[in-house]
């Protein structure tokens, strides 16, 4: 205790007055509580949850327009893909109770009426792989919230991976709505509660036909009970409006179990045809007449494997990416007229795939200069690592870990399952152990250690306890870094340094002035940009 030595170089255990040290204590316990009071004073009023909705709704948008534009390549041109309803098995009392005011027929352009005339607003979207289920989705997103009115609820894509399937009822679905608007949007958990309570959150559930390893779910998978789940999502007396993304194979699978009481209305994203296909690719490439031999191939063999192959708008949107690359001086990388010579739409989707990594890292310069074989190599290990939750069904902490989604708070596993919680625990704990360990040189096996020893050591060590402590946890809630950029911001920090301040004197006059003041300041700045953090 070199500070405390400098200080009270007399003082002793005895010297100390038990009285005024009670005394000394209170008060200072009374004036944190003071600054706390005012602190809450002056905080600015919670937003209602009109205005949160307002808010999220920018966010939502902010988000899906990027999504959009990654889905699209470098362009944004859309196919205007067309859809058809398509009848739930069963009987037709029974079948046709969930699709009132659905259309036969439709088409991407004009999905937000199509959704608008439900009722209940319940929709499922079908298709092959690479239809363009997700960019129906994004579109639909995107179209509800123009113009969207404050009583409007915001639609919110989440993942089905995400859903607790161990309890298959509408308030499973609640807390999976509340869970990811706290974990994605920042919300706080009654601001988030409020909204889902008041139906002012719409689910667009993606990736339901990746919740399963086979191809053949039941009523008792994953996905059987992510629909039972969804069936008893209520809205008052109504079924709770959602919209359902999922391959048609993995869905008619799932429809054979009956699971739903009313189903939804199910449309099925029809192939695009020949014209648009020729159409999308004469207005998204820069140099059409590059691409007459694709054009030639296309009208000659409509059901030819080239056709087949750039059904979906999917391998379209690859097909333009991977042939429109450049050099730095200007020129073409590869010739369309390549695509002709492939016999199979195997072949041509193989050869598609293996020219993307390439094409897309040219497009978009990764961050650091990473080239084609590295982001290759980490998309391997990402997708090695998915692949192998879905197939062993791997889980921690009474957790699966999911085998679709890419969250990245939650991908240490990767490293295995004990040493990076082991790792960040020492490292948690290390500033606060090294400072119990090394203040004024204290031996803390002496037993001569007097009562102000005791009492330092032991504001260094429950920290370090319980630094270590938390790391150990498997799933902790993930928080977010308070960024200084408010009025408001700026003075609860003040108001936290002030805090700080006060305990470090205190300690100052025990244990040396500077010390104090070092131990104070940091541990009011840390536990005000901590408590920022877990609040936002």
């Not at 295995?416 to 090394?438: D, E, K, M, Q």
């Not at 200084?484 to 305990?503: D, F, I, N, P, Y």
Request: aromatic share 4%; net charge positive; proline share 7%.
């Amino acid at each position: 205790m070199a500070g405390a030595s400098r200080v009270l170089p007399e003082l002793k255990a005895g010297d100390v007055d038990p009285l005024g040290a009670l005394i000394s204590t209170v008060s200072l316990a009374v004036s944190l509580v003071t600054l706390w009071l005012t602190f809450q004073a002056l905080r600015l009023p919670a937003p209602t949850v009109t205005e949160t909705a307002r808010a999220l709704a920018l966010a939502v948008k902010r988000s899906e327009s990027a999504a959009r534009r990654q889905l699209l390549g470098d362009g944004d041109t859309v196919i205007d893909v067309h859809f058809a309803l398509i009848p739930a098995p069963g009987d037709p009392p029974t079948a046709r109770r969930g699709t009132a005011g659905a259309r036969s027929k439709g088409r991407l352009a004009r999905v937000v009426g199509y959704y608008r005339e439900l009722r209940p607003r319940r929709l499922v979207v079908t298709g092959a792989s690479g239809a363009g289920k997700t960019v129906l989705a994004v579109e639909l997103i995107l179209g509800l919230l123009d113009g969207r009115a404050d009583d409007e609820p915001v639609p919110v894509r989440v993942s089905a991976a995400l859903l607790d399937t161990g309890a298959a009822t509408g308030d499973a679905v609640e807390a999976w709505l509340v869970r990811h608007l706290m974990e994605v949007y920042g919300l706080k958990r009654p601001i988030a509660h409020a909204l889902v309570a008041a139906r002012l959150v719409t689910p667009v559930i993606d990736g339901l036909d990746e919740m399963d390893a086979g191809d053949d779910p039941g009523y008792d998978s994953r996905a059987g009970r992510t629909l039972r789940a969804l069936d008893a999502y209520q809205d008052g007396r109504a079924k709770g409006a959602v919209v359902l993304t999922c391959r048609s194979t993995h869905y008619e699978a799932l429809e054979q179990a009956r699971i739903w009481a009313a189903p939804p209305a199910r449309v099925e994203v029809a192939p695009v045809s020949t014209p648009q296909a020729r159409a999308f690719l004469t207005a998204r490439v820069t140099d059409p007449a590059r691409w007459h031999p694709v054009f030639h191939a296309l009208r000659a063999a409509p059901r030819g494997p080239l056709a087949q192959a750039l059904s979906t708008p999917w391998r379209l949107t690859l097909t333009a990416v991977v042939y429109e690359q450049r050099t730095p001086d200007g020129a073409f990388v590869r010739d369309p007229a390549d695509l002709t010579t492939l016999d199979t739409p195997e072949a041509v989707r193989d050869h598609l795939l293996d020219l993307f990594i390439p094409a897309a890292v040219a497009l978009s310069s990764p961050p650091g200069g990473a080239h084609a074989h590295q982001v290759h190599r980490w998309l391997a290990t990402l997708a090695r690592y998915l692949h192998t939750n879905s197939a062993t069904r791997r889980a921690l902490g009474g957790r699966p870990l999911s085998g679709t989604d890419l969250v990245l708070h939650e991908l240490w596993p990767l490293a295995g399952n004990t040493r990076p919680r082991l790792l960040t625990a020492a490292l948690t704990a290390a500033p606060f152990a090294l400072a119990a360990a090394t203040f004024g040189g204290v031996d803390l096996l002496s037993p001569d250690l007097s009562a102000i020893e005791v009492v330092v050591i032991t504001l260094y060590l429950v920290p370090c306890l319980t630094a270590g402590a938390a790391g150990t946890t498997i799933w902790p809630e993930p928080v977010r870094v308070a960024r200084l950029r408010t009025a408001k911001r700026l003075r609860g920090l003040g108001v936290a340094l002030a805090v700080g301040l006060v305990l470090g004197l205190t300690i100052g006059l025990m244990v040396g002035l500077t010390d104090g003041l070092a131990v104070g300041l940091t541990g009011g700045a840390g536990s005000r940009a901590g408590s920022r953090a877990r609040n936002h």
